[in-house]
């Protein structure tokens, strides 16, 4: 075997071992490498990937996307190893829909935004941005399933919220810190004291169901005025399920928890239809890609070359 094709064993075991299939992608890097064989090269280039990937003729050129999409992990991969690696651009062929890259807000960063929204006008509007803000990034539910809550489905007293309009129509509980009940119950009653009665747990300025565009427009705002939303970047609501997510990893790495065994209960908690959706956010965050190599480089020494 060349060394390229070592390396490609080496990538492929370490990504299946983070629970990635890779069934398709292993077999187009097969043939990739067997190409740059042929062709003598032992350093990837982008000119020699986008080479290979655009070999098909008379398909569409997102087909020529997903191929070079499977020599550009590897190549991330690879640089890490061998600095004169080039990693092919994202931009070489057209790719439809992807899905974006997390931005990880930092401790700083979601303070900043919880402090902007607290200066929201009126007061209550304030009061409704920060909760469910602060119930995101404590929790990792869904934006939709935050704002479909009602009153009954979160029990303060126990501390559980049960969601009941989830993703796939899977119901499932979510238990809260005691920080995040006080926090819940607090606005919860300045709500029942403007609006009483309400069945909607989140509701408007005007005492209607928060609305998810209403939100939206509401936190862009906030995260352009503390920096998060620019001209080169774009913080979405969603990255705040992100950051739990990633957060409960790092967690589970630093701490030699068993990681396997945490996905499993991660993924649940998320409300993820099969585990590989959760796995992403070790490809998607480099790392937690780190971490988990060198997870693996020590359980199996020598495993990664």
Known sequence: MSVLADHAADYLRLRRTLGSKLKRQGEELA??????????????????????????????????????????????????????????????FPQGHRRPAPYI????????????????????????????????????????????????????????????????????????????????????????SLFPG??????????TRLSYSSLKQTFNLLAAT???????????MHDLRHRFAVRVLLDAYRSSADVPARMTVLSTYLGHSEPKNTYWYLSAVPELMALAAARLEDSQPGALR
Do not use: N
């Open 105 to 192: 807000c930092s401790d700083t960063e979601v303070r900043q935004l919880l402090d902007a929204a607290a200066e929201l006008t009126p007061p209550f509007r304030a009061a409704t941005t920060m909760t469910v803000l602060g119930l995101l990034v404590s929790t990792g539910m869904r934006v939709g399933e935050t704002l479909a809550l009602c009153s009954s489905d979160v029990d303060l007293a126990a501390g559980v919220i049960t969601i009941s309009e989830a993703k796939l129509d899977k119901q499932r509980l979510i238990p809260l810190h005691p920080s995040t009940s006080a926090a819940l119950s607090a606005y919860a009653a300045l709500r029942d």
């Open 226 to 236: 503390v920096g998060l939303r620019t001209a080169e970047l774009r913080v979405r």
């Open 31 to 92: 043939q990739f490498v067997a190409f740059c064989d042929a062709t003598g090269a032992t350093t990837l280039t982008t000119d020699l990937a986008v080479t290979w990937a655009r070999q098909p003729e008379g398909v569409q050129p997102v087909r020529w996307a997903h191929r070079l999409s499977a020599v550009r992990g590897f190549a991330r991969y690879l640089a890490a190893i061998d600095p004169a690696t080039e990693v092919p651009p994202r931009d070489v």
């Open 198 to 207: 309400s069945k909607a747990f989140f509701v408007s300025s005007v005492g």
